[in-house]
């Protein structure tokens, strides 16, 4: 993680707090939910929590487990642990959500193996992440990668996330760019450019400020032999037929 990780909680939790964070919050808790209500199953895993919104409200799953990834969400989140080590058996959990998880990792290659790891065959994994070829990155590079979220955080494109999954064995079903805005906090500034949202996502998605992956793990399956049924023909031996013979006798 770039940033202090004694601070980057309260850091996170205060930039939600602010306009900007609050209607990106809002923005992606509405994308999740159309994704949610279609992915169905027994056990539901949130890996890192953004804001104080509940990520998962849309789902259909009723077991529902938030894993906090810092000491600071102990007290409130189901489960502590390392986003790189979860403490899950393999093939035990349906759907996996990484809600900007991957931008603070040290280790995004290991978070991704681990979330491989603990789905089951066909599971779902439903990764959110911040776009570097937006207004968004353009942004961070002019706060020099500040030591605030989501500035602080490494940016991914989807095209780089999309090539680890498919190395992973990972099907990549559904995509969407959202928040073509610039990244400010006047509101009323942020309200006269909402329609940057309907002209960017027809005319350049991929200048989106934000994006949210849909993927399935691929299930390995051998293919059998097929048997040959193929009539076989007689094979000419040249074996001699038997003949009436005259044997002398003495």
């Given amino acids: 993680?770039?940033?202090?990780p004694q601070l980057f909680r309260q850091r996170q939790q205060a930039w939600y707090g602010l306009n900007l964070g609050?209607?990106?919050?809002?923005?992606e808790v509405t994308r999740l939910?159309?994704?949610?209500?279609?992915l169905f199953g027994y056990h539901l895993l949130q890996v890192g929590q953004i804001g104080d919104a509940d990520l998962l409200a849309g789902s259909r799953i009723t077991h529902r487990m938030v894993l906090g990834v810092d000491v600071?969400?102990?007290g409130r989140m189901c489960l502590y642990a390392r986003a790189d080590a979860l403490p899950l058996a393999s093939d035990s959990v349906d759907v996996i959500v990484l809600p900007h998880t991957l931008e603070f990792e040290a280790d995004p290659h290991q978070v991704l193996r681990e979330a491989e790891?603990?789905?089951i065959p066909e599971g779902h994994v439903v990764i959110m992440g911040f776009n570097p070829w937006s207004l968004w990155g353009l942004w961070r590079l002019f706060l020099r990668r500040g030591s605030y979220p989501p500035w602080c955080g490494n940016f991914r494109g989807l095209t780089r996330i999309k090539d680890w999954l498919a190395l992973l064995g990972f099907d990549n079903i559904e995509e969407q760019?959202?928040?073509?805005?610039?990244p400010l906090q006047n509101v009323r500034v942020m309200q006269k450019l909402s329609f940057m949202e309907n002209v960017g996502a027809r005319w350049w998605p991929g200048l989106a400020g934000c994006y949210v992956l849909l993927a399935r793990k691929r299930v390995a399956t051998l293919t059998p032999i097929k048997p040959s049924w193929r009539r076989s023909r007689l094979v000419?031996?040249?074996v001699v037929e038997p003949t009436a013979s005259h044997m002398k006798h003495d």
């Fill in 177 to 182: 760019g959202y928040f073509f805005r610039p």
């Fill in 22 to 27: 609050r209607t990106l919050l809002e923005t």
């Fill in 236 to 238: 000419n031996t040249g």
């Fill in 72 to 74: 600071e969400t102990r």
């Fill in 117 to 119: 790891r603990v789905l």
């Fill in 1 to 4: 993680m770039q940033c202090d």
């Fill in 33 to 38: 939910n159309g994704i949610l209500s279609n």
